[in-house]
């Protein structure tokens, strides 16, 4: 089992810039598939982006790809979501995953964050 906590969420313009952390505890971290999804209220919650085990593979919504980017460090439990360029559409609670098995970025996760909101101006 692994217990995620979220941090870096704010208030920023658009065309700037956040980076939100989770850290996860417990010893085989290295042995999760992470995630970062993304929910408005109303709307269903949202696949961001997903990184590998060992931070080989990656995967990201259409909507974020070349303004995001996630990266992982094992050694310290954490996984990053590093946001340029927002919009205002970006506006959300984010939230990060994990879960164990074969790489399947989109496929239902286990383990949730408990998010961190992110508000993008125009």
Do not use: H
């Not at 931070?55 to 303004?67: F, I, L, M, N, P």
């Not at 439990?77 to 939230?95: F, G, H, I, K």
């Amino acid at each position: 089992q692994v217990q995620l906590v979220e941090s870096g969420g704010g208030l920023v313009q658009a065309g700037g810039s956040l980076r939100l952390s989770c850290v996860g505890s417990g010893r085989t971290f290295s042995d999760y598939v992470m995630g970062w999804f993304r929910q408005t209220p109303g709307k269903e919650r949202e696949f961001v982006a997903a990184i590998s085990w060992a931070g080989r593979s990656t995967s990201y919504a259409d909507s974020v790809k070349g303004r995001f980017t996630i990266s992982r460090d094992n050694a310290k439990n954490t996984v990053s979501l590093q946001m340029n360029n927002l919009r205002p559409e970006d506006t959300a609670v984010y939230y990060c995953a994990a879960v164990r098995g074969d790489w399947a970025p989109r496929r239902p996760y286990d383990y949730w964050g408990q998010g961190t909101q992110v508000t993008v101006s125009s």
